[in-house]
């Protein structure tokens, strides 16, 4: 199960300019005819634009950019986009539904959806994102599980009783010697969860005191004026660092009792326009 974890956090959600021409023209047009569709509903297009983006959680120019095929979306998007075209919350239903290019892009971009044994729900994420307890029972399960000793000693009787609607809920299974790892109903981890988590973990679990200490942890800060290709080389050195920390797990001797988390961020330093619903 914990490869699982590790597959979700992965953040591919931009989306980028390419020419008409690219690999994924299918997709973007697909996309494109989905969302003029959805648009032709509304009496006013402007206002059937502006809804939507609301309720995907997605930038007007974004979703313009997308109909006219502009922009390629990441694949956060596209499930944003096909959560709300289809009425599910549960993204392993969603690919039965989606049309064939769609669904091949998912299933390439995301290859934990291919599990039928795991189904991915916004119940789960809505749950991560508003009940930090709850957060960290599903992240120190996804990190090779946790005892009920070991919640009830650090979270009372208020974790135990989590631990027991997890359960139920199936976000967390049982295996030998009453240890709790995930269970068949996990979060899709879109963007907007993958920040709050990540910020949540780094306040609550980051050690301050350890960080005079080489090989203890590791933060870093640094800002800079940049050129554009500059700024996607440090976004691909981070992709790469995230893909050399995948391929570490990969193999079972590099698996231990040492629970652990890493986050990061690369952004520009320009505020947020967005004032859509998520």
């Given at each position: 199960m914990q490869e699982e974890m590790h597959e979700a956090v992965r953040n591919t959600a931009s989306v980028t300019p390419q020419s008409t021409g690219d690999e994924h023209g299918d997709l973007r047009r697909q996309v494109s005819e989905d969302?003029?569709?959805?648009?032709?509903?509304?009496?006013?297009?402007?206002?059937?634009?502006?809804?939507m983006a609301m309720l995907m959680g997605i930038h007007e120019k974004t979703l313009k950019r997308l109909i006219s095929c502009e922009n390629r979306p990441g694949y956060q998007t596209v499930f944003k986009i096909y959560r709300v075209l289809y009425h599910s919350s549960t993204d392993s239903q969603l690919l039965k539904l989606v049309p064939d290019s769609v669904r091949d892009f998912l299933t390439k971009a995301s290859p934990r959806l291919a599990i039928d044994t795991v189904h991915y729900s916004m119940d789960i994420e809505n749950e991560l994102q508003r009940d930090p307890v709850f957060c960290e029972v599903y992240v120190l399960c996804a990190a090779g599980g946790t005892t009920k000793e070991y919640?009830?000693?650090?979270?009372?009787?208020?974790?135990?009783r989590l631990l027991e609607k997890m359960v139920e809920q199936e976000v967390l299974a049982i295996i030998n010697k009453g240890t709790y790892i995930l269970g068949t109903n996990q979060a899709s981890m879109t963007v907007e969860t993958i920040q709050k988590?990540?910020?949540?973990?780094?306040?609550?679990?980051?050690?301050?005191?350890?960080?005079?200490?080489?090989?203890?942890?590791?933060i870093y800060l640094h800002s800079q004026g940049l050129s554009k290709e500059a700024y996607t080389n440090w976004i691909k050195i981070d992709e790469e660092a995230y893909e050399k920390k995948l391929k570490i797990l990969s193999k079972q001797e590099n698996l231990g009792p040492i629970k652990a988390f890493t986050f990061n961020v690369t952004d520009t330093l320009r505020e947020s326009k967005n004032e859509t619903k998520h």
């Amino acid at each position: 199960m914990q490869e699982e974890m590790h597959e979700a956090v992965r953040n591919t959600a931009s989306v980028t300019p390419q020419s008409t021409g690219d690999e994924h023209g299918d997709l973007r047009r697909q996309v494109s005819e989905d969302l003029i569709k959805k648009v032709n509903e509304f009496n006013d297009p402007k206002k059937g634009i502006k809804a939507m983006a609301m309720l995907m959680g997605i930038h007007e120019k974004t979703l313009k950019r997308l109909i006219s095929c502009e922009n390629r979306p990441g694949y956060q998007t596209v499930f944003k986009i096909y959560r709300v075209l289809y009425h599910s919350s549960t993204d392993s239903q969603l690919l039965k539904l989606v049309p064939d290019s769609v669904r091949d892009f998912l299933t390439k971009a995301s290859p934990r959806l291919a599990i039928d044994t795991v189904h991915y729900s916004m119940d789960i994420e809505n749950e991560l994102q508003r009940d930090p307890v709850f957060c960290e029972v599903y992240v120190l399960c996804a990190a090779g599980g946790t005892t009920k000793e070991y919640i009830s000693f650090h979270y009372g009787r208020y974790g135990e009783r989590l631990l027991e609607k997890m359960v139920e809920q199936e976000v967390l299974a049982i295996i030998n010697k009453g240890t709790y790892i995930l269970g068949t109903n996990q979060a899709s981890m879109t963007v907007e969860t993958i920040q709050k988590v990540g910020s949540h973990l780094t306040n609550r679990f980051y050690k301050i005191e350890n960080s005079d200490e080489l090989g203890e942890n590791y933060i870093y800060l640094h800002s800079q004026g940049l050129s554009k290709e500059a700024y996607t080389n440090w976004i691909k050195i981070d992709e790469e660092a995230y893909e050399k920390k995948l391929k570490i797990l990969s193999k079972q001797e590099n698996l231990g009792p040492i629970k652990a988390f890493t986050f990061n961020v690369t952004d520009t330093l320009r505020e947020s326009k967005n004032e859509t619903k998520h």
